[in-house]
């Protein structure tokens, strides 16, 4: 395991300013409330999605490598946890 993942995993925080976002996952243009709140909506039905798959399923993080489906969750969840961070600072 690396460091990085398991100090994230450990301590349950992303370091704010370190990581980047895939060229594919950023919006083209601005993005408003709105967006920002659909995007939330899709997320949340996307974990419960999470909730029916096989135990044996395995992902792959692109710095983590392969994460069984209970560690992935626990990642999804620290890597929610510190966007929704970032926008109760955008909002304050």
């Given at each position: 395991m690396s460091f990085l993942k398991w100090t994230?995993?450990?301590f349950k925080k992303i370091p704010r300013g370190k990581g980047r976002?895939?060229?594919h996952v950023l919006p083209e243009d601005h993005i408003t409330?709105?967006?920002l709140?659909?995007?939330i909506q899709l997320a949340e039905n996307g974990l419960n999605?999470?909730?029916q798959l096989d135990a044996q399923c395995h992902?792959?993080?692109p710095l983590f490598g392969h994460l069984d489906?209970?560690?992935s969750q626990?990642?999804?969840a620290i890597h929610t946890e510190h966007h929704l961070k970032i926008l109760r600072d955008i909002f304050k």
């Open positions: 994230i995993m450990t976002a895939p060229k409330k709105t967006d709140l659909q995007q999605d999470i909730e992902f792959k993080h489906l209970k560690e626990k990642f999804l």
